[in-house]
């Protein structure tokens, strides 16, 4: 189990931007390290062997001119130059070989080939006046041959030196371990730092859980703010306006249910205080009990009405979870529609008519475009006067269908117009209360044709009338 924590840790870590960041430190600083140990070696064993080689030469150049002049190339015995000749071959332990014009070697400080011939790619093209230097890595040692001139420029003899550069490579061998240990130190203080700085660099997105952890312990109090980085600084952001369209949602959720409480509450204390009287009082009369009884049955209907609004309006907030979409002829919708509210008109002597322009075929939920087209119509004749009328029209064009429901009622005040959407609001409440309204129908009638993505406007003069106006497109989209 702990093994299996420690995986999931290593797995997380290895996905982290602290472990990315990691490996770009670590990138970055020691392949600069390791491409600068080659270089310093490279180039420091070059440079030495350069310089043995011009040291070398100049010497061999000076006795090459004694080579001549002291005659030695011709063979006349000279101890200057034998004593030059032991001392350049002492120095750095190397071997020096003179061949003469017939390419027969006339020195040799090792005294192992005198008296040889010789003839090597090297001697020919110093016979042909140029030098060579060669340096055999492998065998650690270097080789050059200088020409022995006459005062004509002509080339008398050769000298071949090779000298060994053991010394140089050892040295190297030692600068090696010496970068090693450089390196390694390094290398470790990279990591150190490599990890210091990864950590520090996303600081500031922990301090983002952190708040954001705290706040879902404390909920929706405050703002959060990390400026540390631009990133940081877009993300409190982003996150503090999500906190703030929670808070106007809990804000409506709470005022919905203290309203939804106050709501139910009025009929049952109504029942109650009716309910009271009559058992207060003694002998009472039939009348008035039958009086009572129908005040109280209309509380119960009120209080059913408010209860189904209630669930018609939470199936609705579902969204389109169960949605039954079908073609649906709506022409003969609202003709039924409207010969349901006709006798209510009727009673109100108000006239009621339905227009339809063209025959219109849509996809809908047919209970909840009712639902939205009913409400409607009924609100233009409840509001309505006595005398008054409701005109129901239908349009459609190639992508929608338009409902036009005219009143010649009531009208809604100006500043009361952008509310009449929300739930259990009223422009007069005792109006609506006595009409049998729960303030809830308009709020339903939204959600309904928010939900077939449409759209509906109000207007409305105080006094004069309203209209209401509904757009729905004809193939419904998901
Ligand atoms: P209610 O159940 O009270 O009718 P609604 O949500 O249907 O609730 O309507 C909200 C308010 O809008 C109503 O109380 C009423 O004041 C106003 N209203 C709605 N329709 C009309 C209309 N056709 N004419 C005048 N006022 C209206």
């Given at each position: 189990m702990k093994k299996l924590f420690n995986m999931n840790r290593l797995k997380k870590y290895g996905k982290s931007l602290q472990f990315r960041i990691f490996i770009i430190f670590i990138l970055v600083g020691v392949i600069p390290i390791m491409l600068i140990k080659q270089s310093i070696l490279k180039s420091y064993e070059k440079q030495s062997i350069t310089q043995r080689g011009t040291m070398v030469q100049n010497q061999c150049v000076n006795i090459a001119e004694q080579l001549y002049s002291t005659g030695y190339i011709n063979g006349t015995d000279s101890e200057v130059v034998e004593m030059e000749l032991f001392q350049l071959g002492n120095l750095y332990n190397g071997r020096i070989v003179i061949v003469d014009s017939g390419f027969?070697?006339?020195?040799?400080t090792y005294d192992i080939d005198e008296g040889r011939i010789i003839v090597s790619e090297e001697i020919l093209k110093c016979f042909e006046g140029t030098n060579t230097m060669r340096y055999d890595k492998d065998n650690e040692f270097i080789e050059m041959t200088i020409p022995v001139e006459d005062e004509d420029g002509g080339i008398t003899g050769v000298m071949v030196v090779s000298m060994p550069t053991t010394d140089i490579q050892d040295s190297r061998e030692d600068l090696d371990r010496k970068v090693v240990i450089l390196q390694i130190g390094m290398f470790i203080i990279i990591l150190g730092g490599a990890f210091y700085a990864s950590k520090i660099l996303v600081k500031p997105f922990g301090k983002v859980t952190q708040s954001l952890d705290e706040l879902t312990g404390g909920f929706l109090e405050e703002d959060i703010s990390i400026p540390d980085y631009t990133e940081t600084q877009l993300l409190s952001e982003a996150y503090n306006r999500m906190l703030k369209r929670m808070r106007v949602l809990e804000e409506s959720r709470q005022e919905f249910v203290s309203n939804v409480s106050h709501e139910l509450k009025t009929p049952i204390t109504s029942i109650k205080v009716l309910a009271d009287s009559l058992i207060a009082q003694?002998?009472?009369p039939v009348e008035l009990y039958k009086e009572f009884m129908t005040d109280i049955g209309e509380e119960i209907d009120r209080e059913n009405k408010i209860i189904n609004d209630l669930l018609s309006l939470v199936k609705l907030d579902k969204?389109?979870?169960?949605i039954h979409i079908e073609e649906k002829n709506i022409n003969e919708l609202l003709e039924l529609l409207v010969k349901r509210i006709r006798p209510i008109a009727e009673k109100k002597e108000v006239e009621l008519v339905l227009e339809s322009f063209k025959p219109v075929i849509a996809q809908v939920d047919e209970t909840k475009i009712s639902l939205a087209f009913s409400n409607l119509i009924e609100n233009a004749v409840k509001y309505n006067k006595e005398g008054g009328w409701v005109h129901v029209s239908l349009n459609v064009d190639h992508k929608y269908f338009y409902v036009k429901v005219e009143d010649s009622g009531i009208g809604i005040p100006e500043d009361a117009q952008e509310h009449i959407?929300?739930?259990?609001?009223?422009?007069d409440k005792s109006h609506s209360r006595e009409i049998g309204?729960?303030?809830l129908g308009l709020a339903i009638t939204r959600n309904a044709v928010l939900l077939h993505r449409g759209a509906i406007k109000v207007y409305s003069k105080e006094g004069e009338g309203t209209t209401f106006t509904v757009r729905i497109p004809l193939v419904y989209t998901e």
């Open positions: 027969q070697i006339i020195r040799d003694e002998d009472v969204k389109s979870a169960d959407f929300e739930r259990f609001y009223r422009v309204g729960t303030g």
